[in-house]
């Protein structure tokens, strides 16, 4: 069962804010989320995590609802080299159990 | 700091051969996970060894396998390739304990014809 839902495609102008939403209606309480990025044919990148309080750092900001059912990535400043695939995670942040599956994700596609 | 680096980056088997595939964690990295990614399954999750014991185990055969050494880099190898080995293999760090993001390296693109 997908933990997650995540449109399948999204376009940016660059230079403007791109907002990744991220529906995770059936998180539980100790469950992250978890945002990820994949350029074509590269490793993924990890981008940014939290649980329930808003996170910011250089790449990208989190905003997480009160009831954390849902989420948004926010690029403040897409470039065309943000130009990927964003995946949603959830997962519990604890024990020895760490593995990560993808969903779909959402093709973000900034263009010039 | 160094990020995570795999040799090779690319490599062409032929059916029924064998591979060893290389990662080098970042360094105070001891939790290393491989994946294996195809078009169609997505990001699979192989096994992840942490201080030379593998931790965690996906759903492949045995065929997978892998191993971890003192300086926390590791290998995976895959015997007996089939066609459908053919995939971007993955290797991520991260440091041990919770909350802690996994870092990925380029990826091994293996090919089996």
């Known amino acids: 069962d997908a933990k997650t839902t995540q449109p399948p495609s999204m376009d940016c102008a660059e230079g403007r804010a791109a907002n990744l939403p991220c529906n995770h209606s059936?998180?539980?309480?100790?469950?992250?989320v978890y945002w990820y990025r994949q350029i074509h044919s590269q490793g993924p990148q990890y981008i940014i995590h939290?649980?329930?309080n808003n996170e910011t750092n250089e790449m990208a900001s989190l905003i997480i609802t009160e009831d954390r059912k849902s989420s948004t990535l926010i690029l403040p400043h897409a470039t065309l080299r943000d130009t990927a695939v964003y995946y949603c995670?959830?997962?519990?942040?604890?024990?020895?159990?760490?593995?990560?599956?993808f969903g779909k994700g959402t093709l973000l596609t900034v263009n010039p | 700091k160094a990020g995570v680096t795999q040799t090779p980056r690319y490599l062409i088997k032929t059916r029924g051969q064998q591979v060893t595939l290389s990662c080098s964690p970042i360094?105070?990295?001891?939790?290393v996970s491989w994946y294996q990614q195809t078009p169609g399954q997505g990001l699979q999750f192989l096994f992840e060894?942490?201080?030379?014991?593998?931790?965690n185990k996906g759903n492949f055969p045995g065929r997978f396998s892998g191993r971890q050494f003192s300086n926390s880099r590791s290998e995976m190898n895959v015997s007996t390739l089939e066609l459908g080995d053919s995939a971007l293999y993955l290797c991520?760090?991260?440091?041990?304990?919770?909350?802690?993001?996994?870092?990925f390296g380029p990826g091994t693109r293996l090919t089996v014809t």
């Open positions: 060894y942490f201080s030379e014991t593998q931790r």
């Open positions: 059936t998180i539980s309480g100790n469950e992250y």
């Open positions: 360094s105070g990295h001891r939790s």
């Open positions: 995670i959830v997962m519990a942040s604890g024990g020895s159990n760490y593995k990560l599956t």
């Open positions: 991520a760090s991260r440091l041990a304990g919770p909350g802690y993001e996994q870092y």
């Open positions: 939290g649980l329930k």
